[in-house]
Nanobody, 114 residues
Framework: VQLQAFGGGLVQPGGSLRLSCAASGSIFSDSVMGWYRQAPGKQRELVATISRGGITNYDESAKGRFTISRDNAQKTAYLQMNSLKPEDTAVYYC?????????WGQGAQVTVSS
């Protein structure tokens, strides 16, 4: 399984970005997909997850601003980020977790700055 993240970039405070995570292989539809982030000098932290059936879970910092979704036919997970704040600046990683283990994508830099 390989995960490829797209969509990072520089955005002004209050702006929006959508991250995509495309997966290879055949286990995507049986997996839990997640987005994590790591800011400089901090530990990697959970942002949101979505189950194979579409049940979502968000960190408090993401609730009401971020939306995680998935398209099983396209083997892609998304993270729509609205009302971005400077403190959202981090490298965002997608994660695929299934019964036999987990995989990480390579990370996408998101910078929120004026």
């Amino acid at each position: 399984v390989q995960l490829q993240a797209f969509g990072g970039g520089l955005v002004q405070p209050g702006g929006s970005l959508r991250l995509s995570c495309a997966a290879s292989g055949s286990i995507f539809s049986d997996s839990v997909m997640g987005w994590y982030r790591q800011a400089p000098g901090k530990q990697r932290e959970l942002v949101a997850t979505i189950s194979r059936g579409g049940i979502t879970n968000y960190d408090e910092s993401a609730k009401g601003r971020f939306t995680i979704s998935r398209d099983n036919a396209q083997k892609t997970a998304y993270l729509q980020m609205n009302s971005l704040k400077p403190e959202d600046t981090a490298v965002y990683y997608c994660n695929l977790r299934y019964s036999l283990g987990a995989y990480w994508g390579q990370g996408a830099q998101v910078t929120v700055s004026s």
